[in-house]
Protein backbone atom coordinates (compact mmCIF):
# COMPACT_ATOMS: atom_id res chain seq x y z
CA UNK A 1 0.00 0.00 0.00
CA UNK A 2 1.10 3.58 -0.70
CA UNK A 3 1.11 6.41 1.42
CA UNK A 4 1.71 9.91 1.95
CA UNK A 5 2.97 11.91 4.83
CA UNK A 6 2.70 15.74 5.57
CA UNK A 7 4.25 15.75 8.94
CA UNK A 8 2.92 19.82 9.18
CA UNK A 9 -0.52 21.06 9.69
CA UNK A 10 0.57 24.67 9.42
CA UNK A 11 3.72 26.20 8.24
CA UNK A 12 3.60 30.17 8.92
CA UNK A 13 6.22 32.39 6.80
CA UNK A 14 7.03 35.54 6.40
CA UNK A 15 6.44 37.69 2.84
CA UNK A 16 9.50 37.46 0.84
CA UNK A 17 10.74 34.61 2.62
CA UNK A 18 11.80 31.29 1.67
CA UNK A 19 9.14 28.55 2.16
CA UNK A 20 9.59 24.50 2.18
CA UNK A 21 5.92 22.23 2.89
CA UNK A 22 7.35 19.04 3.46
CA UNK A 23 6.27 15.09 2.28
CA UNK A 24 7.70 12.17 2.52
CA UNK A 25 6.28 8.98 0.57
CA UNK A 26 5.81 5.05 0.69
CA UNK A 27 5.84 3.54 -2.47
CA UNK A 28 6.33 0.26 -3.95
CA UNK A 29 8.83 1.01 -6.70
CA UNK A 30 9.54 4.34 -8.47
CA UNK A 31 6.91 7.48 -7.79
CA UNK A 32 5.05 9.11 -9.58
CA UNK A 33 4.57 12.70 -7.31
CA UNK A 34 2.20 15.31 -7.29
CA UNK A 35 2.02 19.00 -5.30
CA UNK A 36 -2.04 20.38 -5.28
CA UNK A 37 -2.97 23.57 -4.13
CA UNK A 38 -6.67 23.73 -2.96
CA UNK A 39 -7.95 27.44 -2.04
CA UNK A 40 -11.19 27.74 0.50
CA UNK A 41 -14.50 26.02 -1.53
CA UNK A 42 -12.66 25.12 -4.63
CA UNK A 43 -11.01 22.16 -6.11
CA UNK A 44 -7.56 21.05 -6.91
CA UNK A 45 -5.03 22.89 -8.48
CA UNK A 46 -2.02 21.06 -10.35
CA UNK A 47 1.17 22.83 -9.65
CA UNK A 48 3.92 20.17 -10.68
CA UNK A 49 4.99 16.92 -10.29
CA UNK A 50 8.10 14.53 -10.92
CA UNK A 51 7.57 11.72 -13.07
CA UNK A 52 11.63 10.50 -13.68
CA UNK A 53 14.85 12.63 -14.54
CA UNK A 54 16.30 15.84 -13.02
CA UNK A 55 15.13 15.58 -9.48
CA UNK A 56 14.79 19.32 -8.89
CA UNK A 57 11.37 20.01 -10.86
CA UNK A 58 9.85 23.56 -11.32
CA UNK A 59 6.14 23.95 -11.20
CA UNK A 60 3.43 27.03 -11.68
CA UNK A 61 3.35 30.21 -9.75
CA UNK A 62 7.35 29.79 -9.16
CA UNK A 63 6.83 26.86 -7.25
CA UNK A 64 9.72 23.80 -7.18
CA UNK A 65 9.71 20.58 -5.73
CA UNK A 66 13.06 18.37 -5.17
CA UNK A 67 12.55 15.13 -5.40
CA UNK A 68 15.28 12.70 -3.03
CA UNK A 69 15.02 8.84 -3.95
CA UNK A 70 17.03 8.22 -0.25
CA UNK A 71 14.60 10.35 2.13
CA UNK A 72 11.54 9.42 0.09
CA UNK A 73 10.88 12.86 0.11
CA UNK A 74 9.54 15.58 -2.62
CA UNK A 75 9.22 19.04 0.12
CA UNK A 76 7.67 21.98 -2.13
CA UNK A 77 9.88 25.29 -2.33
CA UNK A 78 9.50 28.62 -2.93
CA UNK A 79 12.66 32.01 -2.98
CA UNK A 80 10.12 34.18 -2.21
CA UNK A 81 7.03 33.88 -0.46
CA UNK A 82 3.52 35.87 -1.72
CA UNK A 83 0.42 36.60 0.59
CA UNK A 84 -1.47 35.15 -2.11
CA UNK A 85 0.66 31.66 -1.70
CA UNK A 86 -1.78 31.34 1.34
CA UNK A 87 -3.90 27.94 1.00
CA UNK A 88 -3.92 24.24 1.48
CA UNK A 89 -1.55 22.03 0.08
CA UNK A 90 -1.16 18.35 -0.61
CA UNK A 91 1.34 16.04 -1.92
CA UNK A 92 0.11 13.30 -3.26
CA UNK A 93 2.18 10.03 -4.62
CA UNK A 94 0.81 6.64 -7.05
CA UNK A 95 2.79 3.88 -7.58
CA UNK A 96 4.10 3.30 -11.44
CA UNK A 97 2.42 -0.42 -10.99
CA UNK A 98 -1.65 -0.93 -12.45
CA UNK A 99 -1.34 0.01 -15.70
CA UNK A 100 -2.50 3.65 -14.70
CA UNK A 101 -5.61 2.43 -13.28
CA UNK A 102 -4.44 3.90 -10.06
CA UNK A 103 -5.75 6.51 -8.24
CA UNK A 104 -3.92 8.89 -6.29
CA UNK A 105 -2.78 8.74 -2.90
CA UNK A 106 -3.07 12.64 -0.58
CA UNK A 107 -1.22 13.23 2.17
CA UNK A 108 -3.62 15.25 4.94
CA UNK A 109 -2.54 18.93 3.63
CA UNK A 110 -0.76 21.42 5.08
CA UNK A 111 -1.70 25.07 5.28
CA UNK A 112 0.46 27.23 4.06
CA UNK A 113 -0.12 31.16 6.02
CA UNK A 114 2.41 34.05 4.48
CA UNK A 115 2.10 36.73 6.54
CA UNK A 116 2.50 39.92 5.59
CA UNK B 1 -11.65 25.41 -23.41
CA UNK B 2 -14.21 24.73 -20.39
CA UNK B 3 -11.88 22.71 -17.30
CA UNK B 4 -13.76 19.73 -15.16
CA UNK B 5 -17.36 20.66 -14.23
CA UNK B 6 -19.58 19.28 -11.52
CA UNK B 7 -23.03 19.64 -10.73
CA UNK B 8 -24.71 19.67 -8.40
CA UNK B 9 -22.52 22.36 -6.09
CA UNK B 10 -23.97 21.32 -2.98
CA UNK B 11 -26.91 19.46 -2.38
CA UNK B 12 -28.43 18.22 1.08
CA UNK B 13 -30.06 15.05 1.72
CA UNK B 14 -31.04 13.04 4.89
CA UNK B 15 -30.06 9.24 5.32
CA UNK B 16 -30.81 6.87 3.77
CA UNK B 17 -31.47 8.43 0.37
CA UNK B 18 -29.64 8.45 -2.40
CA UNK B 19 -27.81 10.70 -4.40
CA UNK B 20 -26.49 11.08 -7.96
CA UNK B 21 -23.07 13.56 -8.81
CA UNK B 22 -21.99 14.48 -12.22
CA UNK B 23 -18.70 15.47 -13.60
CA UNK B 24 -17.77 16.42 -16.94
CA UNK B 25 -14.46 16.16 -17.78
CA UNK B 26 -11.56 18.42 -19.56
CA UNK B 27 -12.08 18.38 -23.28
CA UNK B 28 -10.13 15.95 -24.99
CA UNK B 29 -9.23 13.43 -21.82
CA UNK B 30 -11.18 9.99 -21.40
CA UNK B 31 -10.46 8.79 -17.87
CA UNK B 32 -12.36 10.16 -14.84
CA UNK B 33 -11.38 9.74 -11.14
CA UNK B 34 -13.70 10.21 -8.02
CA UNK B 35 -12.42 10.94 -4.66
CA UNK B 36 -14.11 12.26 -1.41
CA UNK B 37 -12.55 14.63 0.55
CA UNK B 38 -14.12 14.44 4.26
CA UNK B 39 -13.78 18.10 6.50
CA UNK B 40 -10.06 18.07 7.12
CA UNK B 41 -8.72 15.43 5.26
CA UNK B 42 -6.86 14.83 2.12
CA UNK B 43 -8.94 13.57 -1.04
CA UNK B 44 -9.91 9.53 -0.61
CA UNK B 45 -9.43 7.68 -4.05
CA UNK B 46 -13.20 6.20 -4.78
CA UNK B 47 -12.82 4.87 -8.18
CA UNK B 48 -11.80 5.56 -11.64
CA UNK B 49 -13.63 5.03 -15.09
CA UNK B 50 -12.15 4.34 -18.56
CA UNK B 51 -14.03 3.06 -21.73
CA UNK B 52 -16.94 3.12 -19.89
CA UNK B 53 -15.72 0.40 -17.26
CA UNK B 54 -14.39 0.88 -13.74
CA UNK B 55 -10.71 0.06 -13.80
CA UNK B 56 -10.00 0.40 -9.94
CA UNK B 57 -12.02 1.03 -6.67
CA UNK B 58 -10.52 2.27 -3.24
CA UNK B 59 -11.30 1.54 -0.09
CA UNK B 60 -14.82 2.42 -0.19
CA UNK B 61 -18.29 0.22 0.01
CA UNK B 62 -20.99 -1.14 -3.20
CA UNK B 63 -23.17 1.92 -1.57
CA UNK B 64 -20.79 4.04 -3.86
CA UNK B 65 -21.39 3.03 -7.68
CA UNK B 66 -20.79 4.72 -10.94
CA UNK B 67 -21.18 5.25 -14.57
CA UNK B 68 -18.87 6.46 -17.33
CA UNK B 69 -21.11 7.44 -20.76
CA UNK B 70 -19.73 7.14 -24.52
CA UNK B 71 -18.95 11.17 -24.13
CA UNK B 72 -16.20 10.31 -21.41
CA UNK B 73 -18.74 12.23 -18.34
CA UNK B 74 -19.41 10.95 -15.70
CA UNK B 75 -21.56 9.88 -12.65
CA UNK B 76 -21.09 8.63 -8.82
CA UNK B 77 -24.39 7.45 -7.09
CA UNK B 78 -24.37 6.99 -3.53
CA UNK B 79 -26.72 4.44 -2.20
CA UNK B 80 -28.19 4.88 2.15
CA UNK B 81 -26.93 8.01 2.58
CA UNK B 82 -24.98 7.30 6.19
CA UNK B 83 -24.25 10.62 8.18
CA UNK B 84 -20.36 9.90 7.26
CA UNK B 85 -21.03 10.30 3.83
CA UNK B 86 -21.25 14.20 4.16
CA UNK B 87 -17.72 15.41 2.12
CA UNK B 88 -16.71 17.75 -0.81
CA UNK B 89 -16.98 15.15 -3.84
CA UNK B 90 -14.19 15.70 -6.42
CA UNK B 91 -13.97 14.18 -9.98
CA UNK B 92 -11.19 14.24 -11.94
CA UNK B 93 -10.26 14.00 -15.13
CA UNK B 94 -7.23 12.88 -17.21
CA UNK B 95 -5.66 10.83 -20.24
CA UNK B 96 -4.74 7.29 -19.60
CA UNK B 97 -1.54 6.91 -18.15
CA UNK B 98 -0.07 6.60 -14.71
CA UNK B 99 2.26 9.27 -15.95
CA UNK B 100 -0.43 11.90 -16.19
CA UNK B 101 -1.80 14.90 -14.58
CA UNK B 102 -5.11 14.42 -13.03
CA UNK B 103 -6.95 18.01 -13.21
CA UNK B 104 -10.20 18.16 -10.68
CA UNK B 105 -13.31 19.87 -10.94
CA UNK B 106 -14.51 22.49 -7.67
CA UNK B 107 -16.18 19.63 -6.28
CA UNK B 108 -19.91 18.98 -4.85
CA UNK B 109 -20.38 19.41 -1.65
CA UNK B 110 -22.89 16.54 0.06
CA UNK B 111 -24.34 17.36 3.30
CA UNK B 112 -26.36 14.35 4.78
CA UNK B 113 -28.65 15.33 7.76
Known amino acids: AQSVAQPEDQVNVAEGNPLTVKCTYSVSGNPYLFWYVQYPNRGLQFLLKYITGDNLVKGSYGFEAEFNKSQTSFHLKKPSALVSDSALYFCAVRGRGGGGADGLTFGKGTHLIIQP | DAGVTQSPTHLIKTRGQQVTLRCSPKSGHDTVSWYQQALGQGPQFIFQYYEEEERQRGNFPDRFSGHQFPNYSSELNVNALLLGDSALYLC????????????FGPGTRLTVL
Open chain 2, 92 to 103: ASSFTGPEVTQY
